[in-house]
Every structure is written in structure tokens, then in C-alpha cells.
């Protein structure tokens, strides 16, 4: 497959596309402007160059807006607060001109100064323990970290509504929507055998269309328990793919025994490359094998037993049995590029590459999908995305595709971080940079219309809805 890889040059500019401080205090609505285009043939597509942002939130090609939804420390609904450090989001329509934006928070057992009650040391008096996964254990405070549901107008943006929707559980980093309307929020625990962690490192489900409240947690064991980051379902056959944050991680799939009952428990494999063995998929230097870019490699996958392992080494039995290495898979969607018009899942590997700055890997399930009849036509692994260049793209965390088929990352570096776009055609550009602090952009993903995009500033906390002339 032939793509092109361009860069396009984001310079400063004189003109504001913003609502500025109105925006930043009153959260006043949007508008839109025209329609986006092709540049000239010798620099690819562009929204054109960023526009420096006035009140130094997020610099954004001029016609674009920004309103902020939601900052650590609101007050919710619900009458807790908007806990700290946001990541992974999906958006999901309620019909009724509603969205609802479901909003991981990457906080645990050490998040108590951002969590949502008044006293995170503790339980707020005559709370439910049943809400609540691990409420403190040991003589421990309470965890912390969860999720938090936004309600807004689909037309608008406007937020109409806030709340609480998981807590109790470790580092809830990414996920994935589900095709039956639900958001797995993953844990990410940095420790897995403590005493504290041996009831962490699970994936959690979180129905977008429950009323204003918590659910009551279950943990979804069967899933494994690992340093989850984010998962993927592929809605013809219900089967989840899920990434792994760790730099000899490995790729899984969960193949559940009734099609969108995660509950209900199934099996767990791990994705090994045909005729190789404990293949390195990294392209580090030194490395014995390189993987090529651009080029579909068939799979299989390998059954894994003691998933709830408490010695935090399910990647080591993956590894041990010939299973592909990848390094800190990351965010994760299912979607079609338009100019391929073929479903894969998309995952970014964050420090993979040449020089470490990140790899876009896409697995195309088999017809057969996880059925008696895989080998007849294997699934596909292709390494899509791998620059080696700062100015492109470095560090790829969470990841959407939008409705156009654009894909687009958000950069988790220690500088300057953006969110880049990938067209269908393999053209890159840049479609905002935070320039509040040297955080991380975090959960990506776009409204189901496809006319607004949110992401996160994760440090000191802003959730933002953008608009403009997506194509």
C-alpha cells in the first residue's frame, strides 16, 4: 500500500478562532464556519496552521472553537466533584438530541487530593459500600479512581448535566465504547502486588445509558488482570482486543461465551505472528528482527491460563508460548480508513520505533473470527504508522477514528504535546496543541455526528469540546 506522510507546517498566526475568555468563563456556544479542504497538492490536507489561543489553553486552526465542558473541582450534579487527572472518553448518542461522554479518571489509592468526595480518606458518611469498588481495605483510605458521565446537547454542546458514574477502582487510564452502548474503563494499576493491588488491574463496564448514579461495580475477571490500557470490540462478532502499557506487553483477545455479556465470562488468547515465535514487533535498535511497514502478516492466538495471575506475569506466560512483543500498547478503536473501506482495530504502541516515538498498528479480523474456522482466512497484522520524526507525530497515547475516517492521536510526551490527524489517504496534520501546560492530551473521540471532538488536558484538568469545519 503507497501512502504519503506529510507535515504540515503549523506556525504561528495573527488571528484568534477562539471565544477566549467568554469562552473560558461563561462556556458559551459554537458556531461553524466553512467547510474544510484539500491544500495544494505539495503539502497534503490542512486545516491550516494553529492559531496561537489568546488565554493559552489549546492553539487551533483558524474556524475552530474550543468550549469547556468540565474542570477538576467542579461541583457535579450529583454533588460530588469532577475528580483530577481525566483520560480516556468515548461519546455516545441517547437520542433525544443528548450525548453522553463517559470520562475515565487515572487516579486510585494516591489520588485522594482529586478525588471526588470531601475527605478521600474516607467514605462520605452513610454512602453505600456496595457503589463502590475497593472503599479501603487493611486500615487503607478509600480508591479513588473511576468515571465520570457527561450529559450534553447534541446540537449545542452545551453540558446539561454531570456525574459520577464508577469509583473504587485503580487508574482507570483508557478503554473502548462497546457496540451495545456501554464504555470499559480499564485499570492501570502501577503496582499489581501489593496487598492493595491483588483485587486491581481489571476491566469495569459502565452502560451509558444509566440514569444519574453510580453502578455498582463488577470487575470483569475473566478479561484478565494486567496493566490494562484500552480495548476494542468488534461489533460483527463481538469479540474484544485488548493493549497492554507495558514495554514487552503483548497484544489479547477476549472472545466472550455469550456475544455482548462480558459479565458472563470466556476466553482469553494472546496474538502470536504465523511461523514466528515470541516475535518482536518494536523495531528497536539492536534489535534482531525488524517488522515491516506497510505489509499484512497473518496471526494466530494462543490460549492463556491463570488470567487473574497475582504475579503480575500473564505477559510472560504470552511470551513464553511465542506470543508477539509490543511496546506500551496504548489507545485503541475499531473503524475503517476511507480509502480503505475495511474494518480493522487501530492501536498505538507509544514508545515502539526506531527512536522510540511510537508505532499505529491495525489488525484485520479474519472472516472466521474466533470460530472453528479461523485458519481457513487468519486475521492480519499491518504496522501502519511508524514516522521516527518529532515533527509528525511522537508518542501516540489515546486514539479515535472519526466518522470521515480521519484518525486521530493524542500525543503523551514531556514537551510540547498536539493532537495529530491521520487522513485516509495516510496524509498527517495537526489539529490542536496544548499550550497550558506540558501535560498530556488524553481521551480523544468524537461526537457520533462527527461535528464535535473532545479531548482532555489531563494536568491541572479540562475537559474540552471542540468544533469547526471537520470534514
Known sequence: MKTRRHFLSQSAAVTSGFYGLNCFLNQTGFSKDKPGKKAKEDSGFSYGELVPDPYKLLDLPEGFRYRILSKTGDRMGDGFKVPGKPDGMAAFDLGDDKIALIRNHEIGHSGFKTGPFEDNTKLPEGFDPSL????????????????????????????????????????????????????????????????WGDIHGYCFEVPATAKQGLVKPVALKAMGRFRHEAIAVDPRTGVVYLTEDRNDGVLYRFLPKEKGKLEMGGKLQALKITGKGKHDTRNWPGGKVTFPIHERVAVEWIDLEDVESPKDDLRIQALNKGAAMFSRGEGMWFGSAEHVGEDSIYFACTDGGRDHLGQIFRYFPGEHEGTEREAETPGELELYLEPNDTALLKNADNITIAPSGHLYICEDTSGDNHVRGVTGEGEMFTLAKNRLSKGELTGVCMSPDGSMLFVNIQNPGITFAITGPFV
Open 132 to 195: 463502590i469498588y475497593d472503599g479501603g481495605r487493611h486500615g487503607a483510605q478509600p480508591f479513588v479512581g473511576g468515571t465520570t458521565t457527561l450529559i450534553l446537547d447534541a446540537k449545542t454542546g452545551k453540558l446539561l448535566d454531570e456525574y459520577l458514574s464508577l469509583v473504587g477502582t485503580d487508574r482507570n487510564c483508557a478503554g473502548g465504547p462497546t457496540p451495545w452502548g456501554s464504555w470499559v474503563t480499564c485499570e492501570e494499576p502501577a503496582d499489581l502486588t501489593t496487598q
